[in-house]
C-alpha cells in the first residue's frame, strides 16, 4: 500500500487524535479532542495515511516567542507529532517533517520553528539544536536566604482562580517582550497551560493561586503524612514578578508554607534562586532539555533578533534536509542590528544548521558546540566573536509545553 499525505480538516480531528493517543500510549479519552479544538489549527496539520488509514501526523500552533533583544516574533510551536505503532520507522516521520519544514519555506511563514521532544534523539536529524534547558529544582521547606535579602513590604495572599487570572495575564504580559523563550498567551492557552480538572492533576491537589502586587505563583500539592508529621510536596508551576523582591517574597512564601516538607519546580536553567539561598547546596538541580529551535530560513531567522555585540564572519552552513539554507553566508551585526547576505566568499565558521537553532535564542554557546565538534572555527577568534553576539544576559525559558 502506497502511504498519502495531506494537511488536515476540522473533521479528521477524531482520526487525529486516534493516532496522537496510540503513538503516546493513551487510552483515547473521547473528549480530549474538544478539549484542544480551541487551539488546534487543522490547516497547518499535516497527516500520513495508508489507504483510508492515517498513521501518522503533527502540526503547528502559530505563536509568538521571544527572542534575544528584540521582543516577541512568531514562530511555528511544532506539535501533536506521531506515528502509530506497528508503522514506525518506515519514514512516516521523515515525510512529516519535510512537509511542514518545507511547506513553512515555500509560504515564507514563520522563520523559526521550535518544539519540545518527547525523546532527545529524534530531532537533530531534521536540523533541531538544543537551545533551551530547565532546571528540575528541590528545595527543602524553610531553606533560608541570605541576609542581604529583601522581601519589601507587600503583602502575599492566596485567592481563587478566578481572581487571580486577570492580574496573573497582567504580568505575564508585562514581563513577556523581554523574557526570551516566553510564548504569546491567548486565554485558551492558559486554560490548557493551567487545566485543573481532576485528570490533569495526577492526583494531586486542585492549583493554588498566589498574588503579590508584582507578581504571581501558582502551585499544587502532593499530600504526604511521615512519621515525623506533615511533609507534603509543593509542585511550583509558574512563578513571575516584576521585581526582584517580588520574586524573592513569592518564593520566601512557597518555602515556609506549613505541612510542606518539600518545593519542586521545573524553572529556568538560571533562576536566581539557588543565589538567594544562604545554603545554596540545599537547592538541588537537575538539568534537562527544553526547546528545540530549527531555523526554517537561515537568513530570516537570523535578523529577526538582536545580538549584544559586533561583528563580521562568513558562515557555512550545511542543512541536508533543508538545502536552501546551505552555503555561504556574511553575518554582519552592527549595534545589535544583523545583516545576513549570501556570498562566495572563504567562511570564518563552518557549521550545520543544527547548531545555529541550539544558538539563536542565547541559551547555548557556539563555543560549547565547537568544543563539542559540532561547530569549526576555521579564521582564529571570530568563533568567540561570534558566540559573544548570540549570547544573552538571561537563559532562555518555556514553561509552557505545546
Ligand atoms: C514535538 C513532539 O510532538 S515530540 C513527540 C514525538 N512523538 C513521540 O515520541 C511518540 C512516540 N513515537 C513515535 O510516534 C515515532 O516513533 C516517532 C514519531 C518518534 C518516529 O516516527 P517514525 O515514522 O518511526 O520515524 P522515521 O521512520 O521517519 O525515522 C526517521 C529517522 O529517525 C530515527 N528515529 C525515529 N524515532 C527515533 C527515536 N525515538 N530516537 C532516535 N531516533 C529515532 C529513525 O531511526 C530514522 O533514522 P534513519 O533515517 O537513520 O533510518
Known amino acids: 500500500m502506497t502511504l498519502t499525505l495531506r494537511t488536515l480538516t476540522a473533521d479528521d480531528l477524531p482520526a487525529f487524535q486516534r493516532v496522537f493517543d496510540a503513538a503516546f500510549l493513551l487510552d483515547t479519552q473521547e473528549d480530549r479532542l474538544e478539549r484542544w479544538r480551541d487551539v488546534f489549527e487543522p490547516e497547518r496539520h499535516h497527516a500520513v495515511f495508508d489507504g483510508d488509514e492515517m498513521i501518522g501526523g503533527g502540526g ?57 521532544a518527547s525523546e532527545a534523539g529524534i530531532y537533530p536529524r531534521f536540523g533541531y ?59 485558551a492557552h492558559w486554560g490548557h497551560h493551567l487545566a485543573d480538572e481532576e485528570r490533569d492533576r495526577g492526583g494531586l491537589t486542585a492549583y493554588r493561586y498566589v498574588l503579590h502586587p508584582d507578581g504571581y505563583a501558582v502551585y499544587r500539592i502532593k499530600g504526604d503524612w511521615q512519621e515525623r508529621g506533615p511533609r507534603s510536596e509543593l509542585h511550583l508551576r509558574e512563578i513571575a514578578a516584576r521585581t526582584d523582591e517580588a520574586y524573592a517574597a513569592l518564593y520566601r512564601y512557597v518555602l515556609d508554607l506549613d505541612m510542606v516538607g518539600e518545593v519542586q519546580f ?37 535578523v529577526q533578533r538582536r545580538y549584544g555585540s559586533d561583528v563580521d564572519a562568513v558562515l557555512e552552513v550545511h542543512d541536508d534536509f533543508c538545502p536552501w539554507n546551505g ?49 569549526r572555527e576555521v579564521t582564529e577568534g571570530v568563533l568567540r566573536t561570534l558566540s559573544h553576539a548570540f549570547s544573552g544576559d538571561r537563559d532562555p525559558h518555556c514553561s509552557e509545553l505545546f
Do not use: C
Open 60 to 116: 503547528v500552533q502559530s505563536r509568538e516567542m521571544t527572542v534575544p533583544g528584540a521582543g516577541p516574533v512568531p514562530i511555528a510551536a511544532v506539535t501533536s507529532v506521531g506515528v502509530k505503532p506497528g508503522h514506525r520507522r518506515r519514514g512516516v516521520l521523515t515525510r512529516l517533517m519535510r512537509a511542514q519544514l518545507h511547506g513553512l519555506h515555500e509560504e515564507g511563514r514563520e522563520a523559526v520553528a521550535a518544539l519540545w
Open 129 to 187: 539544536g538544543f537551545a533551551a534547558q530547565f532546571a528540575r529544582l528541590a528545595v527543602p521547606r524553610g531553606a533560608a536566604f541570605h541576609p542581604g535579602v529583601s522581601l519589601g513590604g507587600e503583602r502575599v495572599r492566596e485567592v481563587s482562580r478566578d481572581e487571580a487570572m486577570p492580574a496573573m495575564k497582567a504580568v505575564y504580559e508585562s514581563l513577556r517582550p523581554t523574557r526570551t523563550g516566553w510564548l504569546n498567551r491567548s486565554d
Open 266 to 302: 521545573f524553572t529556568a536553567s538560571d533562576d536566581p534562586v539557588v543565589h538567594l539561598l544562604a545554603d545554596a547546596r540545599l537547592a538541588l538541580r537537575s538539568m534537562q532539555d527544553s526547546l528545540w529551535v530549527r531555523l526554517v530560513d537561515v537568513d530570516r531567522a537570523l
Open 327 to 375: 552555503g555561504r553566508w556574511r553575518f554582519t551585526v552592527k549595534d545589535g542590528t544583523a545583516t545576513v547576505q549570501r556570498v562566495d566568499d572563504d567562511p570564518d565558521v563552518v557549521l550545520d544548521v543544527q547548531a545555529l537553532g541550539a544558538a539563536y535564542l542565547g541559551g547555548t554557546k557556539l563555543t560549547v558546540l565547537a568544543r563539542a565538534q559540532r561547530v
